[in-house]
């Protein structure tokens, strides 16, 4: 039987791992076929109808599960905890996807005490690396 997890709230530990279990077992990106490559680049493989708009180019939904997920890895890497918040999210759609694989390349910066800003871009491999999204987030270090 499922458990309402505000029975645990007067027991930090177990909430927080009950939490951490509950959330990484929604794995969004691998509904989307989304993997992270050996060179460390989180990737989408190469565009099919289950991963295409209407108009044959990359959804918007593949792009922003797998930018989110590059974010909040690049973060946990930088701060060494994945206990992290979205506070601001942005995304910029520049070009239409039509091959792929896209690959994400990113950047997580230090920022304000209890902050970490990451920097990403999304590109076309088989269509000459373009450019397709460009997204930047800023993540709250929670304790």
């Not at 989180?42 to 991963?51: F, G, R, T, Y």
């Not at 792009?63 to 992290?84: K, N, P, S, Y």
């Not at 269509?127 to 460009?134: A, H």
Request: proline share 4%; net charge negative; hydrophobic share 45%.
């Amino acid at each position: 039987m499922l458990r309402d997890i505000r029975e645990l709230k007067d027991d930090p530990a177990a909430y927080t791992a009950e939490l951490r279990r509950r959330w990484t077992g929604l794995p969004l990106w691998q509904a989307f076929g989304a993997s992270r490559r050996d060179d460390g680049h989180w990737v989408l493989p190469e565009l099919s109808i289950e991963l295409a708009s209407p108009e044959a180019a990359l959804h918007i939904g593949p792009q922003h599960v797998v930018l989110e997920t590059a974010a909040i890895d690049l973060a946990t890497q930088l701060v060494g905890t994945a206990l992290l918040q979205m506070q601001t999210w942005h995304v910029m759609f520049l070009a239409r996807g039509k091959a792929g694989p896209f690959r994400v390349d990113g950047e997580a910066v230090q920022g304000a005490v209890g902050r970490v800003g990451v920097r990403l871009t999304l590109h076309d491999e088989g269509n000459d690396n373009r450019m397709v999204t460009s997204a930047s987030a800023v993540l709250e270090i929670r304790t």
